[in-house]
């Protein structure tokens, strides 16, 4: 089994001169976007120039800096890329970090300039806060989350001063966001970008998914998701799809860690799995069936609930998880009639599209085996 830090070994020493720009590329700078940048790579709009990724990684380790709390940990793999002929050179530059939980909006973004006409904006996925979860969320039923206007935002001003080729593109929410700014981003500006790449991204609700503008963009989108995926099949998203190998399981798979490479791109699967496409077809009629009002009422009660757990990131919430349950107890029965009648409500018509959807599962494979 192979994977990104793998591909590095066996590609590492290529350039993008001597080796175009690829998919596994594309899943390695996805990744990247993850690391705290603050103090390191010069800002959105200042006028500072740019730094290499070797130096990106030297000014990392004498910050200490620690992300080992996320399962996808990006520091194993700027130390290996800033190592790499291939990568030791790439220049970051723009970087954008928000958090802010008035406004509810994480988002991160970092412009990697991979030749004098080539760069890929990269856009950070959920970072592991609740925060960022409940940005997702808020997805579902939004018409524009502040992400997505920052995204959008972050494009046409890096866009404007740059008169090259242009990639977008993200893993998991990042993917999301890479998505929309190139479908909503100024018209004179959508020519420049050549591919958007969402990495087991998050689709988009009804109202963006029918809109002009997403569905002009669709022919530049890769959508890449794993065998076993659960983030990339939320909502409305490209149908056609490029399906990994992962050697994990279930969950876990979201990992860009766990995708297997073949070469210079995946090693690539015959299908979902069954329980991939069991949770697409469930979450898609869970969807379907509940209005605007409903689906934000759900969110906030669910976020009310986490927010009272006092816990700010899912680690913590694991951490201290006895203290954060009963918090959250306490918060559903404080909860007033509607809210807490609601919640139940959304979560019982969940398990019910499940249990259509398990049942017409088996209805197929009876049907195909006795035909």
Not at 115 to 127: K, P, Q
């Amino acid at each position: 089994m192979a994977n990104i830090m793998d591909y590095l070994d066996w590609r590492g020493d290529l350039s993008f001169e001597a080796a175009p720009f690829n998919e596994v590329d594309n899943l390695i700078l996805s990744e990247l976007a993850y690391l705290k940048l603050d103090d390191i790579v010069p800002v959105q709009g200042a006028d500072k120039g740019s730094i290499s990724v070797y130096n990106v990684w030297k000014d990392y380790v004498y910050l200490a800096c620690d992300q080992s709390d996320l399962s996808y940990d990006p520091a194993p793999l700027l130390e290996k890329a800033a190592h790499t002929e291939r990568f030791k050179n790439v220049k970051l530059k723009d970087y954008l970090n928000v958090f802010d939980t008035e406004s509810h909006i994480q988002f991160a973004s970092v412009s990697f300039y991979l030749e004098d006409d080539l760069i890929y904006i990269a856009f950070r996925g959920t970072d592991g806060t609740i925060e960022g979860w409940r940005e997702d969320f808020n997805i579902s039923y939004m018409r524009e989350v502040p992400g997505q206007m920052e995204a959008v935002s972050y494009v046409n001003d890096v866009a404007k001063d740059f008169s090259g080729r242009i990639i977008l593109g993200g893993h998991s929410k990042g993917g999301n966001l890479a998505v929309y700014a190139g479908a909503f981003c100024e018209d004179i500006f959508k020519d420049k970008i050549i591919k958007i790449y969402s990495n087991d991204g998050p689709g988009f609700n009804r109202e963006i998914a029918k809109t002009k503008e997403y569905n002009e963009v669709l022919d530049k989108v890769e959508m890449i998701i794993p065998e076993a995926s659960l983030v990339g099949i939320l909502m409305s998203n490209k149908k056609d799809k490029l399906i990994v190998k992962s050697d994990a399981s279930g969950a876990m798979q979201h990992s860009p860690y766990s995708w297997q490479i073949l070469g210079t791109g995946f090693l690539i699967a015959s299908k979902q799995n069954t329980a991939s496409v069991l949770a697409d077809d469930t979450l898609n009629n869970w969807l379907d069936s509940l209005g605007e009002d409903e689906l934000k009422g759900f969110v906030n009660a669910l976020f009310d609930i986490l927010d009272a757990s006092g816990a700010t990131t899912l680690s913590e919430l694991s951490d201290k998880k006895w203290t954060a349950f009963n918090a959250m107890v306490k918060a559903a029965k404080d909860m007033d009639k509607d809210t807490r009648d609601n919640l139940i409500m959304v979560v019982k018509r969940l398990a019910s599209s499940g249990k259509d959807v398990i049942w017409n599962e088996a209805k197929s494979a009876f049907d195909s085996d006795n035909n």
